[in-house]
C-alpha cells in the first residue's frame, strides 16, 4: 500500500493541539497544495480566509456551536464558495453592455451556480486535510460555519456572491495515539447502477454496531434506541434548527 | 517533499484513458480509502453508485452536457448527498411517536442538511480523487451530473432525499505527459482575516494571464476581452442555464 493511502486511511479529526506551532512554510505547503485541487471549468469558484487574527478565532469558538478547541488551533482556514470575484469581473469587462448589444437578459449567479461554487470550495478543503495529514498536521472540519450567517457575514466583510461552506481547523496533534471512528459498512454507503433503498432489516442490519453502542451508553434510558437518539440529538437539536435557518437566509441572500 | 504532496500537486484531470482496465481490487481499495473521509457527526450523509452498466454510462455521456469520453470511462463514481438512508432509518425507529409524546413537530431535512450532505460527498469524492491518484489512476469530475435532474433521478432510481452533487470518472491516463493547467494566483484566492474584494485594478492583474491567453486565442475577435468570453461561453451559456434549472428543482423537491 502506497504513503497517500495510508495517509488516508488512518486520518481522524484533531481538536486537541500540541503546543508546536504551524510554521508560515508548513501553512504555504498546504496552500500550494489546496490550489492544486481540481476546480470547474478552472474557474475556481472558491475563496480561502487565512484566520489569524486571534480575536476573529475567539469569537468563532462561540458562533460555531461554542467549541473553544477552535480558539486554540494553531491555524484556521475557512473556505467560502465564491462568484463574487467574477461577477466583479464581468463588470469591469463590460458584459453588460455586450449582453445589451447581444439583445440578450443579463443573467446572475443562482442556486446552480451556488452549488458548483460549493463543490470547488469543498474539494480545494479535502486537498488541505489530506496535504496537512501527509505532513503530520491533524484538522478538524468545523461544519458549524453553516451557521450564525448574518453574524460570520459581519465578521468577515463577505459580499453577496460568497457563501461559507466549510472551515477546517489545523494543529499538531496533542497525542499520538490514534483510535479510529469506526464507519459504516460500505455495503450501506456503495450502491451498484441504482439507488438501492434498504428495508426494514436492511436498516436494522447496517445500524446494529450504532445499536450496540447505544444500549452500552449511559444515556440509553433517555430513549427507545439508537435512531431516536440520533434524532433528537443531532438531526431536531437547536443547532441543525439554525443550521437550516441560517443557510435558508444564506441562499435567499445569493438569489 | 513527501508523496502526497507529489501526487496532490501534479494532478490534473485524465479524460482519455488507457486500455488498461481498472481492476475490482484497485476499485476496491478506491472505495475503501473514500470511505475513511470525514464526515458530519459520522452520519456518512451520502452514497455513491457504481456506475458500471455500459448502458447507464452512455447515457450519462449524453445528458452531462455531451461529453462521449464518459462512455469510455472505466469506472464511474457517482456522488449523492444522502438523507434518505437516515430518514427511513428514523422512521422505523419511531421518531414520529416519541415526537408526539415529547410534543414537539417533527421536522425534515431542510437546504442546511442538504449543503451539510453535499459536503460529507465532495469530501468523500475528493478522497477518491487522491487516492486514485496516489495509484497511477486519473480521473475527471463531472459537475454536468447536475444537470438534467428528472433524467438522473429516474436513471438511478433516487429517491426524495438524495441529490447527485457530483460524478468521478477513472482510468488510467492514455498518455503519461502530463502539462499541469495554471491556477490563478494565490494573491487572488488567499484572503487574510477578512474578505479583500478586489478592485479594477486587483482584478487586471489577478486576469492578467488569461486576458493574454485570450488575446492570443483565434476566437479572439468575438468578443473584446476573456472576461466577456469566460461570461458568454461559460457562465450565461445554455448548460449554465440548464444547470441552475436543474438544481431550482433539486432543491424544491428537497423541500
Given at each position: 500500500?502506497?504513503?497517500?493511502?495510508?495517509?488516508?486511511?488512518?486520518?481522524?479529526?484533531?481538536?486537541?493541539?500540541?503546543?508546536?506551532?504551524?510554521?508560515?512554510?508548513?501553512?504555504?505547503?498546504?496552500?500550494?497544495?489546496?490550489?492544486?485541487?481540481?476546480?470547474?471549468?478552472?474557474?475556481?469558484?472558491?475563496?480561502?480566509?487565512e484566520?489569524?487574527?486571534?480575536?476573529?478565532?475567539?469569537?468563532?469558538?462561540v458562533?460555531?456551536?461554542?467549541?473553544?478547541?477552535?480558539?486554540?488551533?494553531?491555524?484556521?482556514?475557512?473556505?467560502?464558495?465564491?462568484?463574487?470575484?467574477?461577477?466583479?469581473?464581468?463588470?469591469i469587462?463590460?458584459?453588460?453592455?455586450?449582453?445589451?448589444?447581444?439583445?440578450?437578459?443579463?443573467?446572475?449567479?443562482?442556486?446552480?451556480?451556488?452549488?458548483?461554487?460549493?463543490?470547488?470550495?469543498?474539494?480545494?478543503?479535502?486537498?488541505?486535510?489530506?496535504?496537512?495529514e501527509?505532513?503530520?498536521?491533524?484538522?478538524?472540519?468545523?461544519?458549524?460555519?453553516?451557521?450564525?450567517?448574518?453574524?460570520?457575514?459581519?465578521?468577515?466583510?463577505?459580499?453577496?456572491?460568497?457563501?461559507?461552506?466549510?472551515?477546517?481547523?489545523?494543529?499538531?496533534?496533542?497525542?499520538?495515539?490514534?483510535?479510529?471512528?469506526?464507519?459504516?459498512?460500505?455495503?450501506?454507503?456503495?450502491?451498484?447502477?441504482?439507488?438501492?433503498?434498504?428495508?426494514?432489516?436492511?436498516?436494522?442490519?447496517?445500524?446494529?454496531?450504532?445499536?450496540?453502542?447505544?444500549?452500552?451508553?449511559?444515556?440509553?434510558?433517555?430513549?427507545?434506541?439508537?435512531?431516536?437518539?440520533?434524532?433528537?440529538?443531532?438531526?431536531?437539536?437547536?443547532?441543525?434548527?439554525?443550521l437550516?435557518?441560517?443557510?435558508?437566509?444564506?441562499?435567499?441572500?445569493?438569489?
Open positions: 500500500m502506497n504513503d497517500t493511502l495510508k495517509v488516508i486511511l488512518n486520518r481522524r479529526s484533531v481538536r486537541a493541539y500540541s503546543g508546536r506551532p504551524v510554521t508560515r512554510e508548513e501553512k504555504d505547503q498546504i496552500l500550494a497544495a489546496t490550489l492544486r485541487a481540481p476546480t470547474a471549468g478552472n474557474l475556481m469558484l472558491y475563496s480561502i480566509i484566520v489569524e487574527d486571534q480575536k476573529l478565532k475567539d469569537r468563532l469558538a458562533t460555531c456551536d461554542n467549541q473553544p478547541f477552535i480558539a486554540r488551533a494553531p491555524y484556521v482556514l475557512l473556505f467560502l464558495a465564491d462568484y463574487q470575484r467574477w461577477m466583479d469581473y464581468f463588470q469587462c463590460g458584459v453588460s453592455s455586450k449582453a445589451a448589444d447581444l439583445g440578450v437578459p443579463e443573467r446572475k449567479p443562482g442556486t446552480g451556480d451556488l452549488l458548483l461554487a460549493c463543490c470547488d470550495a469543498l474539494i480545494a478543503a479535502q486537498t488541505a486535510v489530506i496535504a496537512a501527509s505532513m503530520g498536521i491533524g484538522s478538524c472540519y468545523i461544519g458549524d460555519i453553516l451557521e450564525r450567517y448574518e453574524i460570520h457575514r459581519e465578521l468577515f466583510d463577505l459580499p453577496p456572491f460568497t457563501l461559507p461552506i466549510t472551515m477546517l481547523c489545523f494543529g499538531y496533534p496533542a497525542s499520538t495515539a490514534k483510535r479510529l471512528t469506526t464507519r459504516y459498512d460500505k455495503e450501506m454507503i456503495v450502491h451498484s447502477n441504482r439507488y438501492k433503498r434498504l428495508d426494514k432489516s436492511g436498516l436494522e442490519k447496517g445500524f446494529a454496531a450504532l445499536e450496540n453502542d447505544f444500549r452500552a451508553g449511559h444515556r440509553a434510558h433517555d430513549y427507545a434506541n439508537a435512531g431516536q437518539a440520533t434524532y433528537f440529538r443531532k438531526f431536531a437539536s437547536d443547532f441543525a434548527v439554525e437550516n435557518r441560517s443557510v435558508s437566509e444564506m441562499i435567499n441572500n445569493w438569489e
